[in-house]
């Protein structure tokens, strides 16, 4: 591990009273040392609806809400932190698209709370082609 620490991006959270999800830690393959050039990541393109881990919340974000912080996490995330990602099935019968939401956890958490958060935080979760999730959700996996 590198006594300079590495390059973590990271978003905050945009619910206005959440002082806890300040910062969330995104996952992200290859950190590179302080010392080295930022990465040029994510791509312009990048739009993800992320869960808070404390509040619940779920907001999209952008490229220009990422801000890259120092920290000794090699990693890429704080110890017992998660980001999980979870594919539900959209509304639309006939549409192939999942609807993708990365949830942020914690090693310590119970699937049902974990669910609690993406029942409450997915309000603005679409598929790529623009339509809602299939209710009751219908939770096709989730990969860490």
Excluded: F
Excluded at 16 to 34: K, M, S
Excluded at 64 to 81: A, F, K, Q
Excluded at 100 to 119: A, Q
Aim: glycine share 6%; charged share 20%; net charge negative.
């Amino acid at each position: 591990m590198s006594q300079d620490g590495y390059w973590q991006p990271v978003v905050r959270c945009k619910t206005p009273d959440c002082a806890d999800g300040n910062p969330i830690h995104l996952p992200h393959p290859d950190l590179p040392e302080t010392t080295e050039p930022q990465p040029n990541w994510p791509a312009e393109n990048w739009h993800p609806l992320l869960v808070c881990k404390y509040c619940g919340r779920g907001y999209h974000y952008y490229a220009e809400d990422v801000e890259w912080i120092s920290t000794h996490y090699y990693t890429g995330l704080p110890d017992n932190d998660l980001m999980l990602l979870a594919e539900l099935r959209c509304a639309q019968p006939n549409c192939e698209h999942l609807v993708k939401v990365y949830l942020g956890s914690d090693v310590r958490k119970k699937i049902r709370e974990i669910n609690g958060k993406l029942k409450t935080g997915i309000d603005d979760a679409t598929c790529d082609a623009g339509h809602a999730p299939a209710y009751p959700l219908d939770v096709l996996q989730i990969n860490p």
